[in-house]
C-alpha cells in the first residue's frame, strides 16, 4: 500500500488534484464528525477522515455531502491558487485566490484543518488541539528537486514512511520518483483505492473491539455475580438453621445472662457447641424471637437466590453465545447483522413467570392466561416438560429439560406445584397431566391459555409448594 500521507505521494496527488479544481469555486466545507470532513469544489468532493492509523482521504464526483456543522464560511466562492505539501511533514496546503490558506495536517488522529485569513485570525476543525491555536505553516521547500535527499532528510518520517528497497542513500531520488511515477500511477485513483480498502476495515475493527469490550465487560461482571450470590447460597445452606438457635436459646435462656453479644449452647443431638450472636440490647427470649422470624425468611432467601443464580446464568450463557457469534464476524455488513439479529437476554422473559427450582432443575409456572401462552408458545423448548391441572383452570407449568430425562420426583414436584396453582388447589389430591411440550399446540383463534395436548401421561398428586 503507498504512504498517501507522505511528502513525494501528496507532491504528485495535489498536482492532480489542482488540475481538477483549479477553475472551481470552494462552495461549502463540512464537518460531519470529529474525524470527518468534506471539501465541495462545486462538482467535485474531497472527504477527509483523520483514525489512528492514518488519515485517508477520497475525491469523487458525489457532492451529496451529509448534513453537518459548516465551516470556514467566510471563504465560500473563492478558488484555489496552488496546493503545496509541506517538506519533511506530512500536510499540505491549499492557498486560494486571495492569498489565504487552508493547511491539512495529515496526522492521523491528532490530524487538524487550520484556516488562515488575510487578516491574520487563525480558524481550526479541531479546537482541542492547543498547539495548533498558534500555529505557523512552515516555508515551502520543494523538497522534491533536492539531490542530496537522503543526507538530508533519511532519519525523517518523509523517508522512513517508505518502502525498505526505495530507502537507500544509492539514487534515492531517482528511485523516489520512479516508485511514485511507476505505470503512470494516477495518484487520485490510488488514495481513493486506499481509502475504499482502508476505512470499512478501520470502523467494523473499531466496532467489533467495541462491542468485543463491552459484552467481555458484562461476562466479568455476571460471572462474579454469579460467585458472590453462589457463596451466599452455600453459607445460608451449611449455616446453622436459624430456628434452631432459636430452640437452644428457648431451652437455655434461663441460664443466659443479659447484656451479652454473643453466646455458645450444645446442640441437643449431637452436643457440638453453637455460637449464636445475640443483640445485646434484648433478653435470651427476645433474641430468640428475632432468629424465629429470620426462620420464616430463609425458605424465600433460598428460593430467591437460587431463581437469581438461574437467572444469571442463562443471561452468562446468552453472553457467551453473542461472544463467539461477534468473534465469528468478517466484516462491517455481518456486524451490522449481528447488532440487528443480537439475541435478547432470556433473563427478561424469565421475570415474567413464577420460579422455582428442584434438584438442579428449573421450573416455571404461568401467572396468567396470556403468561400461559408465552410460557408455553415462546419460551419452552420442544423437548421441556410441560404439565397441567387435569381438566380444571390453572397455571401452566414447564420443566427446563436438561440432556438427561427429567427424574420422577422432579416431575412429581412439578405437578405438586401445577396442583397447587390450580383451580383444584383445595383438594386432598390433584390429577396432573405431563408431555413433552412438543406435544402441546395452540388451536387456530383458541383463548389465551387455551392448548390442546395430542399425548400425555398423568400422575395424582398432593397441591403444595414446600420447595
Known amino acids: 500500500m503507498l504512504p498517501v500521507s507522505n511528502y513525494f505521494f501528496l507532491w504528485h496527488w495535489s498536482k492532480s488534484f489542482f488540475e481538477l479544481i483549479k477553475n472551481k469555486q470552494l462552495t461549502q466545507v463540512v464537518a460531519t464528525s470529529a ?73 492521523g488522529k491528532n490530524g487538524n ?156 443431638e449431637t452436643n457440638e457447641l453453637i455460637k449464636i450472636k445475640l443483640d445485646s440490647k434484648l433478653n435470651a427470649i427476645q433474641n430468640a424471637e428475632k432468629y424465629y422470624k429470620k426462620a420464616k425468611k430463609d425458605p424465600l432467601q433460598l428460593q430467591l437466590l437460587e431463581q437469581q443464580i438461574v437467572k444469571s446464568k442463562i443471561n452468562l450463557e446468552n453472553l457467551k453465545k453473542q461472544f463467539a457469534e461477534l468473534d465469528a464476524t468478517e466484516n462491517r455488513n455481518s456486524i451490522q447483522k449481528f447488532e440487528k439479529n443480537k439475541t435478547e437476554i432470556v433473563e427478561k422473559k424469565i421475570e415474567k ?20 401462552d408465552e410460557l408455553t408458545m415462546h419460551f419452552a423448548q420442544k423437548e421441556d416438560i410441560w404439565l397441567h391441572a387435569f381438566q380444571v383452570s390453572g397455571s401452566h407449568v414447564v420443566i427446563k429439560k436438561k440432556k438427561e430425562e427429567v427424574p420422577k420426583k422432579v416431575i412429581q414436584k412439578a405437578a405438586e406445584i401445577a396442583a397447587y396453582f ?20 395452540k388451536p387456530k383463534g383458541a383463548n389465551p391459555g387455551a392448548v390442546k395436548v395430542e399425548k400425555y401421561e398423568s400422575i395424582l398428586v398432593c397441591p403444595q409448594i414446600d420447595i
Open 35 to 107: 474525524f470527518e470532513i468534506y471539501f465541495e469544489f462545486e462538482d467535485i468532493t474531497l472527504k477527509y477522515i483523520f483514525t489512528p492509523i492514518g488519515t485517508f482521504y477520497y475525491v469523487s464526483e458525489n457532492t451529496n455531502i451529509p448534513k453537518g456543522r459548516k465551516l470556514f464560511t467566510e471563504i465560500y466562492g473563492k478558488k484555489i491558487a496552488k496546493i503545496y505539501p509541506i517538506a519533511i511533514d506530512r500536510s499540505l496546503v491549499f492557498e486560494f485566490t486571495n492569498q489565504e490558506k487552508i493547511w491539512i495536517k495529515l496526522y
Open 113 to 268: 484543518i487550520l484556516y488562515f485569513k488575510k487578516d491574520g485570525n487563525l480558524f481550526l476543525f479541531k479546537n482541542n488541539i492547543e498547539k495548533d491555536k498558534s500555529a505557523k505553516i512552515p516555508e515551502s521547500i520543494e523538497l522534491i528537486d533536492k539531490e542530496n535527499i537522503f543526507n538530508n532528510f533519511s532519519e525523517t518520517e518523509t523517508i522512513k514512511s517508505l518502502p525498505p528497497e526505495i530507502r537507500t542513500p544509492d539514487n534515492i531520488y531517482a528511485k523516489i520518483l520512479g516508485y511514485f511515477s511507476k505505470e503512470n500511477l494516477d495518484m487520485i485513483l490510488e488514495a481513493n483505492d486506499i481509502f475504499k480498502n482502508t476505512i470499512p476495515a478501520y470502523f467494523f475493527n473499531q466496532k467489533k473491539q467495541e462491542l468485543t469490550d463491552k459484552i467481555s465487560k458484562q461476562i466479568n461482571s455476571v460471572e462474579k455475580n454469579i460467585q458472590s450470590k453462589e457463596i451466599s447460597l452455600k453459607f445460608l445452606k451449611e449455616n446453622y438453621p436459624n430456628d434452631k438457635k432459636g430452640h437452644l436459646l428457648m431451652a437455655y435462656s434461663y441460664n443466659i445472662a443479659a447484656g451479652l453479644s454473643e453466646v455458645e449452647l450444645a446442640d441437643f
Open 353 to 372: 413467570f413464577k420460579h422455582f427450582r428442584y434438584e438442579n432443575y428449573e421450573i416455571f409456572v404461568g401467572k396468567n392466561a396470556a403468561n400461559n
Open 422 to 441: 390450580s383451580g383444584s388447589k383445595s383438594s386432598a389430591m390433584v390429577n396432573v397431566i405431563y408431555t413433552p411440550k412438543k406435544f402441546v399446540r
